[in-house]
């Protein structure tokens, strides 16, 4: 959406700060770079030294809702989500979150096919979300601290809520109870 504040330093590297947006989640960060010089042919045709930016790191920053945002509070604790039915006006939502909990959990906001239920994200192999499964938006909430999860342009519909954070002995927390729905209008 926009990069400002860039900061050139002679010995190749840059940073600046960059808002965009992943799926649906708002962002706003300090990316650091590094050229990487190549030797060859560049675009002019003149065998020079010429080279590439190459993201670095990425540093977080506050993210700053847009004016229109509808807010919804939400409450973490041990494998529960309170309310665990969320209901707010599109399309740009903030969903603040207190974790009151003693485990990290995360606010991980999906859209599910319609043949795709929640227990496909316990039973899929690897890594990877199944098949069907559209990530919106994620927030990990630290045990004791609050956060705010700030989505954009979301259409109206049902969404899902999840923690797949791994509990104490490695079971996801959606194993445990934890899953909630977001209906945006």
Do not use: C
Request: no cysteine; net charge negative; hydrophobic share 40%.
């Amino acid at each position: 959406m926009s990069v400002t504040d860039i900061e050139i330093d002679p010995d190749g590297t840059a940073t600046a700060e960059v808002v965009s947006v992943f799926g649906h989640q708002l962002q706003h960060a300090r990316w650091s770079f590094v050229f990487a010089r190549e030797e060859g042919d560049d675009a002019t045709g003149d065998d020079e030294a010429f080279g590439v930016w190459w993201p670095d790191g990425v540093a977080p920053l506050t993210v700053e809702p847009p004016e229109s945002a509808r807010a919804v509070d939400v409450e973490l604790d041990e494998n529960v989500y309170d309310p665990n039915s969320l209901r707010v006006r599109g399309p740009d939502i903030v969903i603040s979150a207190r974790n009151r909990g003693e485990d990290d959990h995360e606010l991980l906001v999906l859209s599910l096919r319609h043949d795709v239920t929640t227990s496909d994200l316990l039973t899929a192999p690897g890594p990877a979300l199944p098949n069907g499964v559209t990530e919106i938006g994620q927030l990990t909430v630290p045990a004791g601290t609050d956060g705010q999860l700030v989505l954009v342009g979301m259409e109206g519909g049902e969404y899902v809520i999840v923690d797949l954070l791994p509990s104490e002995d490695g079971t996801p927390h959606l194993a445990l109870g934890m899953e909630a729905t977001l209906t945006v209008q």
